[in-house]
C-alpha cells in the first residue's frame, strides 16, 4: 500500500496532468450528469491558472460553463483518444478512472457485442441478460492451452490460466467471482466448472458441473455502496499462488 506521501504525490501528478491538457482548447473530458452520469465536453477556451470555470461545449452542442477548483482537485476526468476506446484490456487506456471505464464496457457492449473486458488479470464482464452461444465445447477447446490474452477476453481463459498453472505447479488455485446481486456471479461459476470438467476429460459424466460446484466451497460477498459502481458488472480475477492447502 502506498504511503500518504507516495499518494500526495500521485495527486499532485495527476493534477498537473490535467491542468496542463485543459490548457489547450478542443480538449475532450467527462463530467458528471444527473440523468446519463457521465457527459463527453470539449474544452472551448483555454483554462488560464485562476479562472474559476471551464468553457465546455457537450456533444449536442450545448455550452456549459463548469465550476473547477485546482486547489481542492476539482477538476474533470479527461477523456481517452478515439483509437484506444473499445480496447479488450482497460489497462490500455491512457487514462484509466471511472468515466473512461464505463465508456470502454459500453462501446464494447453496444457496438460489439463484447461482455467481457480485461483489467490486467482480472476480468470484467456485463451481464447480458440473456443466452449468448459462446459458451460451447468448440469455444472450449478452443482455449484450452491458450496464454491469457491470445484470445478474446473469455471466463475460459481465466478457467484455463487457473487450470493451467495448478497442473504446472502443482499447488491449488482459486478464481474470485464478486458482484452484485444478478450480475451473474453463479452462472459464471458454473461456465468455469464446465471448462474444468471438460479439458479434464469428465464433460460426458452426467451432472458433472452440479456435482463439481455443489462441492465447491463458494463464497458470495455482497460488495458496498461504495465497491459497486455498475449495476450488472461482476469481477472475475485469478489468484495465481494461492495454496488453499
Same mark, same amino acid.
Given at each position: 500500500m502506498n504511503s500518504p506521501r507516495v499518494r500526495n504525490k500521485q495527486s499532485q501528478a495527476a493534477r498537473f496532468l490535467v491542468l496542463n491538457a485543459v490548457s489547450c482548447p478542443y480538449t475532450r473530458v467527462w463530467i458528471p450528469d444527473p440523468d $446519463?452520469?457521465?457527459?463527453?465536453a470539449e474544452l472551448t477556451k483555454d483554462y488560464k491558472e485562476g479562472d474559476r470555470s471551464l468553457q465546455l461545449k457537450l456533444e449536442d452542442e450545448t455550452i456549459r460553463e463548469y465550476p473547477v477548483?485546482?486547489?481542492s482537485n476539482h477538476l474533470p476526468f479527461l477523456r481517452n483518444p478515439d483509437i484506444l476506446v473499445g480496447e479488450n484490456d482497460l489497462t490500455a !487506456?491512457?487514462? !484509466?478512472? $471511472?468515466p473512461a471505464v464505463l465508456h470502454n464496457l459500453k462501446v464494447r457492449f453496444l457496438e460489439s457485442n463484447h461482455i467481457y473486458t480485461y483489467c490486467g488479470i482480472v476480468l470484467v464482464a456485463i451481464n447480458p441478460y440473456e443466452q449468448l452461444p459462446i459458451y460451447g465445447q468448440d469455444v472450449i477447446y478452443a482455449y484450452s492451452g491458450q496464454n491469457m490474452g491470445d484470445m478474446d477476453p473469455h471466463i475460459f481463459a481465466v478457467a484455463e490460466e487457473a487450470y493451467k498453472q495448478m497442473a504446472r505447479d502443482e499447488k491449488n488455485q482459486s478464481i474470485i467471482v464478486s458482484g452484485e446481486s444478478g450480475a451473474g456471479k453463479t452462472v459464471s461459476a458454473k461456465y468455469a466448472m464446465r471448462y474444468f470438467a471438460t479439458v479434464g476429460g469428465s464433460a460426458s459424466e452426467t451432472n458433472i458441473e452440479e456435482k463439481v460446484l455443489a462441492s465447491s466451497p463458494i463464497m458470495e460477498v455482497k460488495p458496498s455502496r461504495g465497491q459497486a459502481f455498475l449495476a450488472g458488472v461482476l469481477l472475475l480475477a485469478t489468484s495465481c499462488a494461492a495454496d488453499l492447502e
Open positions: $446519463e452520469v457521465w457527459r463527453s477548483d485546482a486547489q !487506456l491512457s487514462y !484509466l478512472h $471511472e
